[in-house]
């Protein structure tokens, strides 16, 4: 007997043949970001992380209208780091007949296998998704952005921190709450386990009201897979919603950590052609990344010392996310709008 085709089991089959062997089991996570324009017209971009840089050339995307947007591949970054070093995005487009609130999912086969807080990793899909609403259609809106990759995971103290860098440039309202990783089916795993409820430690986990992930005190080395969600608000009405499905990595522990010092590097702008200047509570030489909202690297300097400025005014206006990084190791992260 033939199955009937559904949206759901078309969708998958179109992913899974996308996607090829070549990427099972080594899929880390990813993001769904998107603009709405009047019309119904929605311009979706999605990031897919792997541990390898071998993945397909279209993901097939269910729109939540019985639709199924196939998106091409535009680009593959390597990253920095010792987790999940490639983003594979992704881009296409699909139009909204009438008002209504839209799930964009797109299921990928398949999880990582190194991942302590999902039973059988490797058997379970990746599924990423995000939230469209249109109220009418003349709605417009563009989603949240997370500016961070998701491999920028540091170590502060004895806690390990995510940030995933939310910007809307609609300047709506941000909340933020952890969620369960979708599986099979699009269907929340289960069982599921926070990274803290495994291991028997004395560790623990919070997200905090600005998206900023913290894991205090880690107990096992090894892969930890977290889901961090960001609703829009526009006058007390939901606009959309994002979530990142993420493959947190932990490949030493805290006891092994130096103290961050009381104050870290910062950087101020001390000009009004856009020069940055970095200020120093330590005399010794700073690293210094900065990463615009498509998660690339923009400009960097490896050695600046007191009164060393980081010329910004080749960029563009926009935010941007600057991490600075001291001999110790200890690092902080700032978001900058950059204006002119």
């Not at 992913?15 to 998107?34: E, N, Q, T």
């Not at 990274?195 to 096992?220: A, H, K, R, S, Y």
């Not at 969600?229 to 499905?245: A, I, K, T, Y």
């Amino acid at each position: 007997m033939i199955r009937p085709t559904t949206p759901r089991s078309f969708l998958f089959a179109l992913a899974v043949a996308c996607l090829g062997p070549a990427s099972a089991s080594h899929l880390c996570g990813g993001d769904i970001f998107y603009t709405l324009s009047p019309g119904g017209n929605v311009q979706i971009e999605l990031h897919v992380y792997g541990a390898t840089n071998v993945n397909g050339s279209n993901v097939g995307m269910n729109t939540g209208d019985g639709g199924v947007a196939v998106l091409s591949l535009d680009s593959i970054q390597t990253l920095p780091g010792f987790c999940c070093n490639y983003r594979f995005v992704y881009s296409g487009s699909h139009v909204y007949a009438q008002p209504g609130s839209y799930t964009l999912e797109a299921e990928l086969s398949l999880r990582s296998a190194d991942i302590l807080n999902i039973p059988n990793p490797s058997m379970q899909s990746l599924c990423l998704n995000a939230e469209v609403v249109i109220a009418d259609m003349n709605t417009s809106n563009t989603s949240v952005r997370f500016t961070t990759t998701q491999p920028d995971v540091y170590f502060v103290g004895n806690t390990l921190l995510h940030d995933v860098g939310a910007y809307d440039a609609d300047s709506d309202s941000l909340t933020f709450n952890l969620g369960i990783p979708m599986g099979n089916g699009c269907v929340p795993v289960n069982p599921y386990s926070l990274p803290f409820q495994i291991g028997g430690g004395n560790d623990t986990c919070w997200l905090d009201v600005n998206g900023t992930f913290f894991f205090q005190n880690p107990w096992l080395m090894g892969a930890h897979s977290i889901v961090i969600r960001c609703s829009e608000w526009r006058n007390g009405v939901l606009m959309g919603r994002v979530r990142r499905d993420m493959k947190l990595c932990i490949n030493t522990l805290t006891d092994v950590q130096v103290d961050v010092p009381v104050e870290l590097p910062l950087l101020s702008l001390t000009s009004v052609n856009g020069v940055y200047a970095l200020v120093l509570t330590t005399n010794s030489p700073v690293a210094v990344d900065v990463w615009d909202t498509e998660g690339r690297q923009v400009r960097s300097a490896q050695a600046l010392s007191t009164g060393d400025a980081l010329d910004l005014r080749a960029l563009g206006d926009g935010a941007y996310v600057v991490r600075s990084m001291d001999a110790t190791g200890a690092s902080r992260t700032q978001r900058l709008v950059h204006t002119r």
